[in-house]
């Protein structure tokens, strides 16, 4: 199948031009996405105080959100939230935590909680969202058995300095690039509805592109009280099911992912989704809002003709 490139794609997302985006992205999906629907979990392991200012975050401490405030939970709570991930089904489970970056001190104590969950649940992928890492925390994650890195684009490049002023795409992509050196798998994706432009949604899907990751997480935008984007309402959800396609057309093969802002949607919407390029899901509470069911889900993967089911993961 040739390659799409972005004239084509920003051509695509003209009104009239919607049904054949659409049905593009599900001819590309019957030819280059695996039939099955795989699930990943997370726990919020430290919350709130964040030092970003993120315009989309009810963690950061800029904002007044009245969002929970808690430090590092701890090895007991990261390994039942492991069990719990891998009973519900989940091929993976990722630990969560706000702020910028990790001191040596946190990354000792997401180490021991890895090798904990590792030891009691070994059915289960080890994935983790900790901010900036550089190549040293990575090293010792990983010989603590973390097995994929999550760290978002968020959105555009050419966006992204509007949103937030305290870090850079530069620096997200020295920590993807720190990474995929060191043989990780990549979780990278971003939020729609956070006032892109289609100039910008293809932007966003052909730097994910270059990235290369294993999984793009698709969040849309829940708009919260306290933050800047709180004004912006929720996202269209006809706009959803486009982006979604243009994210398909562009990363052919990659697992497009659920993930914040799945519950804002009809099953409606999100069965539209899965049939432009959803193929997986985060299911089970997120960091600041409810996630998705997983039997909601379950339930539409099924009947889109998916199988459902945890994959053996390697150690």
Known sequence: MESIDRDEALALLRPERRQELRE???EVMERCVEKR???CSIINARSGRCSENCKWCAQSAHWKTGCEI???VGTDACVKAAREAAANGADRIGIVTSGRCLTREDVDNVCAALREMRTAVPEIG????????????????KAAGLQRVHCNLESAPSLFPSLCTTHTTADKLATLRAAKRLGFQICCGGILGMGE????L??????????????IPVNVLHPIEGTPLYERGVLD?????????ILRLVNPSTPLRFAGGRRDMSDETAAKCIYVGMSAGIA?????????????????ALRAGYAVGRKAFPS
């Open 70 to 72: 808690y430090g590092w």
């Open 24 to 26: 593009r992205a599900h």
């Open 37 to 39: 629907f795989d699930f």
């Open 237 to 245: 959800p006809e706009r959803v099911v486009d982006s979604v396609a």
């Open 202 to 215: 293809v932007e966003f899907a052909f730097a994910l592109q270059e990235i290369a990751p294993d999984s």
């Open 284 to 300: 089970g509470p997120l960091l600041t809002t409810p996630g998705a069911d997983f039997d909601d889900d379950r339930e539409l």
């Open 197 to 200: 432009t289609d100039e910008q």
């Open 126 to 141: 080890l994935c983790a969202s900790l901010g900036l890492l550089t190549e040293d925390d990575l090293a010792r994650l």
